[in-house]
């Protein structure tokens, strides 16, 4: 029987001696891959039962398979079974501890017919499918802070902006509503991806199966997959679906940057749009009247931090020959962060989105200056008969006229307008109010809350799927 602190390997044989210590040290993994433990003896117990149906366990077997197993993830879930500095990775350290409790001759016959490269193929796939419905959870309640504040927001206009100057007058709402539809988009792509991902390599073996009668199928749904992969080579040799999580982990993070971005310029002084929750801000260690908005900060700058985690897993397999290579090992660190970054970052951005204050009056000053209303009045004159192009010029020169004269559009009087062209009349006014502004355009989308809500509705639905 193997002692709980005995060296295991999974490979021998043919070799004369064991690695090298330094071979030993740059192979291990077991520092970043032992949070696969769980799905790793999920995946043996389905394991376990296949050999089973195939005659290769006797029933009293594997009924000790099971109950050994069992008795392994007690001690893993309490602690008091873990890696040893001599286990090269997950696999290994739970195969050593299987031994341990069920003995060599029966702990050792779980390997038949199961590859390190199959088995852990369909590890990370276990892996990835559950954390990616709890990042989906979370991007939904960000989406649901998002409506609530546009709820909230009601009809306050504030200044659209293009190339970061003032456009048009908009709906607080609609803004927000812009910045929850991306973030909608990011859970569709896990949904899709999930739909890719959702194949069980259990079977391929190293490469090429087994001669064993296994019924990869019956793996396959015990482990959570309505099918096996379509070729056993691609499946213990593909990642291109990790790296396709790592890519909407970083689409997602460019959406939160986005959001996080324009927070933190409403946030200055200078358009003192919004005002952060105290919890949600730091000062300085020298400027005592600073307030800081260092969450969006650092979730601006975790940005980069998972894009690099896409960059690392493409740069890895970008000239792998098929099939299983050891550089493989590098690809779990780069998901492993991605997943971490986001579930550590997305509860406190949503958070502090709820406990922030819109200084609505604020808004709507702003959004009556830098002629947001420049356009209404060259709609009013096209609608007057005047062509646009005409209509454009005119109003771009009742601008300069102005800014010269430090007033706005709807200061001027009538007389003053009718000066630049004669198809103005009175109700210009009313057609170059805010109001009329965000209320008389025909917006495709528009805020449209409720339209978010029933995706956001449709996106829980199908994530409760399996």
Sequence with gaps: MTENNEHLALWGGRFTSGPSPELARLSKSTQFDWRLADDDIAGSRAHARALGRAGLLTADELQRMEDALDTLQRHVDDGSFAPIEDDEDEATALERGLIDIAGDELGGKLRAGRSRNDQIA?????????????????????????????EKAGRTVMPGRTHMQHAQPVLLAHQLMAHAWPLIRDVQRLIDWDKRINASPYGSGALAGNTLGLDPEAVARELGFSRVTDNSIDGTAARDLVAEFAFVAAMTGVDISRLSEEIIIWNTQEFAFVKLDDGYSTGSSIMPQKKNPDVAELLRGKTGRVYGDLFSLLTVMKGIPLAYNKDMQEDKEPFFDARDTLLKSLPVFTAMLQNMTFREDVMEKGAAGGFTNATDCADYLTKKGVPFRDAHRVVGELVNYCIKADTALMDLSLEELKSFHPAFEQDVFDAMSLKTCVEGRSIPGGPAPSAVQASIDEARKQLAQK
């Design 122 to 150: 369909c590890l990370i796939r276990m892996w990835l499918r559950r954390h990616s419905r709890a990042i989906a959870g979370l991007l939904l309640d960000l989406v649901n802070a998002l409506i609530e504040q546009s």
